[in-house]
């Protein structure tokens, strides 16, 4: 199976920056598009940013010139540069990561447990 472990998440004021780390490990072959989700309180789980295996990305219009996504495929990890904060960008960030574990096998979604990101003054 897979394991995906997220980190970096806190809190911190708004117009400030913080830097979320999903790192995969496990039975892995290939990992196809990544993406980071975010889920606040009362609501629902919303797609902040993908990446694909080639490095295309795509983001929420709510994040658009403030977060980065990013992966490097040698380690299997995956970034978020989370940048000029607001204090609606607070929420669990979960990560996800369709993989396929081996060869003549499927590709399945993964996701970590979530990092709690505060943003307030």
């Known amino acids: 199976q897979v394991q995906l472990v997220e980190s970096g998440g806190g809190s911190e004021q708004p117009g400030g920056s913080l830097k979320l780390s999903c790192a995969a490990s496990?039975?892995?072959?290939?990992?196809?598009?990544m993406a980071w989700y975010r889920q606040a309180p009362g609501g629902q789980r919303e797609l902040v940013a993908d990446i694909s295996n080639s490095g295309n990305t795509n983001y929420a219009d709510s994040v658009k010139g403030r977060f980065t996504i990013s992966r490097d495929n040698a380690k299997n990890t995956m970034y978020l540069q989370m940048n000029n904060l607001k204090p609606e960008d607070t929420a669990v960030y979960y990560c996800?990561?369709?993989?396929?574990?081996?060869?003549?096998?499927?590709?399945?979604?993964?996701w970590g447990q979530g990092t709690q990101v505060t943003v307030s003054s």
């Open positions: 996800s990561a369709n993989v396929r574990l081996q060869i003549g096998s499927g590709a399945y979604d993964f």
């Open positions: 496990g039975t892995i072959l290939i990992i196809y598009t």
